[in-house]
């Protein structure tokens, strides 16, 4: 499952690139509430990290998340 710790490190990365735009960093944070809940209700982890769980454990919700940061522009 290369691919997803691959796209996982690509949406945190690109999440720190625009944190500091507030638009994008509001944006990423509703698909992040959204998708990353599933795996990390507290928000405790790191986004790499809680994107990595979601991967593994739920693909499909992990694979619209990724769609839907592609569709906003945002990796």
Do not use: C, Q, T, W
């Given at each position: 499952?290369a691919?997803v710790e691959d ?6 990365a ?5 944190f500091?735009v507030?638009?994008?960093?509001n944006?990423?944070n509703?698909v992040?509430n959204r998708?990353l809940?599933l ?5 405790s982890?790191?986004p790499?990290e809680?994107?990595?769980?979601l991967?593994?454990r739920?693909?499909?919700e ?9 569709d906003?522009?945002l990796?």
């Amino acid at each position: 499952m290369a691919e997803v710790e691959d796209m996982a490190f690509r949406i945190a990365a690109a999440f720190e690139d625009f944190f500091f735009v507030p638009a994008k960093r509001n944006a990423f944070n509703a698909v992040f509430n959204r998708y990353l809940s599933l795996v990390d209700p507290e928000a405790s982890m790191e986004p790499y990290e809680a994107a990595v769980a979601l991967g593994h454990r739920h693909r499909s919700e992990f694979d619209a998340m990724v769609k839907e940061l592609k569709d906003l522009s945002l990796i």
